[in-house]
């Protein structure tokens, strides 16, 4: 008998299947459709073969044949097997009320998926669906992976220099890009080895490594090499080159994909040799800004007319004090380069900054216009001036002017920066290290108070990290440094193996503060709902979720939510509500039962008139949804009057607890 599980679960796989259902009796029909109607999305009804093949035809998303052998016009054995002549795997099932030996034989042969006897068994037919439903998801898929496949060939194919070789390095494929781009044809080139097309310029060792790495290794390789074309030009390609296997292992052929980076090589390197020339140079580097979106919205040609048009335009567009610019450079991505001799500059020209600023202007308020078409572009600067490093601190300047949101910025020295926040970052990772090794990452518990009562209700648990000279560190100082790398985790579970521990040695309940890292780690997921689904900390625990920008999947937060929720009566709290991006998003996806008020609203509620509306209207709200409110930050008995006086319902900060340990 089939339980409801069951059919919940049959339903479910069945979600996405459109079925054609063939009966010639109208009864029946109709009946076995309305079951069948509770299972599937789409049931398309039909009363004989032909008709039902006249619909096979035109309809190719149709995944399942359901059918009664004996109909006019065409039967439904026949029907299926012209339906195969179509689509050769579609799944299909006979109902029928005939047992007739000779018909069975003629549906096995025809391929019949499901063989069901009238009068219909509801057993019968939902295992007999099951077994198909699975079949036909699996078609599904696979046709769907396939199709991406095919997509993903065609693309590539159509941007990469493409060619395979046999073990020994033989030509045995080329496409058209490596046609063109080489100047041989496909004749030419296979059979032949790739030094056809080798510069002598490349040195033996890359091919010794190359060679090592794909042959011996029986690794994939990656590097530049320099080519000749066939009339003797040269051109730079990035290649990929990785060896493929056959089922023992064995090295059949090597594929190679190729990428054109002649021009920004030689641009490049141009750009170098300048700057290398000069005792003192100047530099600037120019982004379009946003120039991702410009690169997906419009296909590659029209983005190099793009960038050919705008590199023109931006040397008309420079002041007359800025137009002593011999060249300026095409570095690819929408990114170009102005670079000159700094000792050579007049008074006047040394401006740099007014220069510049005066090209940004003149760019946002010009109109590129490309084949009637028109552009609004706006423009990133990065400038240094110097004698090393330049082109290095200008790209840091490009990176800090788009994380900082300007369109102007001064590079000089942000590679030393860059370095001194290196090794910065990495004396912290040492420090998380030695921490971790030493059981030096804790939890600090910071009390949380019913305003009412002004009774401690829980604990919030607070990592903090105790260093070789015994100090207390802030997670500020080294939570972020640590996400970049593996530690993070361990530091996650240092934290919930101490909440944990304390949770056995106090009464009140406590709350831990979950990232959604930490949420999508599945590791922690499972650690987290194994805790709180045990009798003892059932009820006992909250989950605070913080504010991040980088939530992958809304679904797996939502369904860790609600699998806690189950499995140990878990409260869900969004932390610093009232500040960020998101917070009315994730109130929307979460649910939650808390509500954490920022504490920048809360330290300056007693003068700031603005804080204090905007703390009445989320309580105003939260009350409305039920939801509980807590107030961090709370530091003085004034704003703790001021809290229960709007309705807060519970308080943290100093006025009434430091973190500390409990035990």
């Known amino acids: 008998m089939v339980n409801k599980l069951q059919l919940e679960n049959l339903i479910n796989e069945a979600k996405d299947i459109k079925v054609l259902y063939v009966e010639d009796d109208y009864e029946v029909r109709l009946n076995i459709a309305k079951l069948l109607e509770t299972i599937f999305p789409t049931v398309i009804l039909t009363e004989n073969g032909q008709e039902a093949l006249d619909i096979f035809k035109k309809d190719p998303t149709i995944d399942l044949i359901i059918t009664d052998i004996n109909m006019p016009v065409m039967n439904g054995i026949n029907f299926i097997k012209e339906a195969r002549k179509i689509n050769f795997s579609i799944p299909s099932i006979i109902i029928t009320a005939q047992n007739d030996r000779e018909l069975i034989n003629d549906a096995i042969i025809a391929g019949i998926d499901g063989f069901i006897l ?110 000749l074309t066939k009339n003797g030009k040269s051109y730079f390609v990035k290649s990929t080159i990785k060896p493929i296997f056959d089922n023992r292992g064995e090295i059949v052929e090597y594929m190679a994909l190729r990428d054109d980076i002649t021009q920004i090589m030689s641009e490049k390197k141009q750009l170098i040799a300048s700057l290398d020339s000069c005792s003192k140079s100047f530099l600037a580097l120019i982004q379009i800004e946003n120039f991702d979106i410009l690169d997906k919205f419009y296909d590659t040609k029209s983005v190099e007319k793009i960038e050919t048009t705008l590199a023109n335009a931006i040397v008309a567009l420079l002041p007359k004090e800025g137009q002593f610019f011999e060249k300026i450079y095409k570095l690819g991505d929408g990114l170009f380069a102005l670079s000159c001799d700094y000792t050579r500059l007049d008074k006047a020209q040394k401006k740099i900054e007014n220069i510049l600023s005066e090209l940004i202007i003149n760019t946002k308020q010009e109109t590129i216009k490309l084949d009637n078409i028109e552009y609004d572009i706006s423009l990133i600067v990065s400038y240094c001036v110097g004698e090393k490093n330049l082109f290095e601190n200008a790209k840091y300047g490009i990176e800090r002017a788009v994380e900082t949101n300007m369109n102007l910025i001064f590079a000089n020295n942000l590679v030393d920066e860059a370095q001194k926040n290196a090794q910065k970052n990495i004396e912290t990772i040492h420090m998380v290290k030695k921490a971790l090794d030493n059981f030096k990452i804790i939890s600090y518990f910071q009390p949380i108070i019913d305003n009412q009562t002004k009774q401690t209700i829980k604990y919030e648990s607070l990592v903090r990290l105790i260093n070789e000279e015994g100090e207390t560190v802030s997670p500020f100082f080294f939570l972020d440094v640590s996400k970049k790398g593996a530690y993070y985790t361990k530091i996650t579970n240092r934290v919930i193996e101490s909440s944990f521990n304390v949770l056995d040695h106090i009464e009140h309940n406590v709350s831990i503060n979950l990232s959604v890292l930490d949420i999508e780690n599945n590791a922690i997921r499972n650690k987290l709902i194994e805790l709180v689904s045990k009798d003892k900390y059932k009820g006992r625990v909250t989950f605070e979720l913080l504010e991040d920008e980088n939530i992958k999947d809304f679904n797996t937060v939502k369904n860790f939510i609600s699998d806690v929720k189950k499995a140990g009566d878990v409260k869900i709290a969004i932390d610093d509500f009232g500040s960020g991006y998101s917070n009315f998003e994730r109130l929307l996806e979460y649910t939650p039962d808390i509500l954490k008020i920022d504490g920048s609203l809360i330290k300056n509620i007693e003068t700031d008139s603005f804080s204090r509306n905007l703390v009445e209207t989320i309580v105003t709200f939260a009350k409305k949804q039920n939801i509980k409110t807590i107030a961090e930050y709370v530091e003085n008995e004034e704003i703790y009057n001021i809290l229960n006086e709007i309705g807060v319902d519970y308080s943290q900060g100093y006025y009434f607890g430091k973190p500390e340990k409990l035990i």
């Open 118 to 227: 009238k009068p219909l068994e509801l057993d019968q037919l939902y295992n007999a669906l099951l077994n198909v439903i699975n079949k036909c998801n699996l078609i599904k898929e696979n046709d769907k992976n396939i199709a991406i496949l095919n997509q993903y060939k065609d693309i590539t194919n159509k941007s990469s220099i493409i060619s395979k070789t046999d073990p020994s390095g033989m030509i045995t494929y080329v496409n058209d890009n490596f046609c063109e781009i080489s100047g041989y044809s496909e004749i030419e080139l296979v059979g032949r080895p790739h030094n056809i097309v080798r510069h002598p310029d490349n040195p033996k060792e890359l091919f010794a490594n190359l060679w090592k790495t794909i042959k011996k290794e029986k690794k994939p390789w990656t590097g530049i090499i320099k080519n």
